[in-house]
């Protein structure tokens, strides 16, 4: 009986210690894990700029910096861009009323039908001065582009996207 309880206590001394072991283990590899929580936290933090100090400005460096940008100059401005500037209180909010006598009608005289049919046409417009911008844009990229690229773009296939609407239109 004496070896029955020695053995008892031996089993049960022996399960504690595995216990122990197995605790410190399981702790060892929970820190583990919550440090590099903490560093993806850092890390998404640092790249969305959130909870970083103030950069000081360095009054020496931006002196250099104006030093250098009033001897060079701006930069010349691209011709090839229109650009037009107009102060912000002389800005024409007449749009051309005067020409258009449905403009000084309100809106909520209008029926549905109008309505949708002022909305396709406002669409068809849009589409085709998209369209119209996105041919100038590729004749612009496309003449600033090396001959391998262009080519390469040429043999691709066109895949147009196809459109999801989420709303059915009311009829």
């Known amino acids: 009986m004496a070896t029955f309880i020695s053995s008892l206590i031996l089993y049960g001394f022996l399960a504690t210690i595995v216990g122990f072991v197995g605790k410190l283990i399981y702790d060892t590899q929970q820190s583990k894990k919550k440090e590099?929580?903490?560093?993806?936290?850092?890390?998404?933090?640092?790249?969305?700029?959130?909870?970083?100090?103030?950069?000081?400005?360095?009054?020496?460096?931006?002196?250099?910096?104006?030093?250098?940008?009033?001897?060079?100059?701006?930069?010349e401005s691209d011709q090839s861009i229109p650009v037009g500037a107009t102060k912000i209180t002389t800005i024409d909010t007449n749009f051309g009323s005067d020409n258009d006598p449905l403009a000084s009608v309100p809106m909520s005289r209008v029926s549905k039908g109008a309505k949708q049919k002022m909305a396709e046409i406002a669409k068809e417009d849009i589409t085709k001065q998209l369209e119209q911008n996105a041919e100038r844009f590729i004749e612009q990229v496309e003449s600033k582009m090396p001959d391998e690229m262009r080519k390469a773009m040429m043999e691709a296939p066109m895949v147009t996207p196809k459109r999801k609407y989420n709303k059915k239109p009311k009829q």
Request: proline share 8%.
């Open 36 to 75: 590099k929580e903490a560093d993806y936290k850092q890390q998404f933090q640092k790249l969305a700029g959130i909870g970083l100090p103030k950069n000081e400005t360095n009054p020496e460096l931006l002196r250099e910096l104006a030093d250098k940008w009033s001897k060079d100059g701006f930069p």
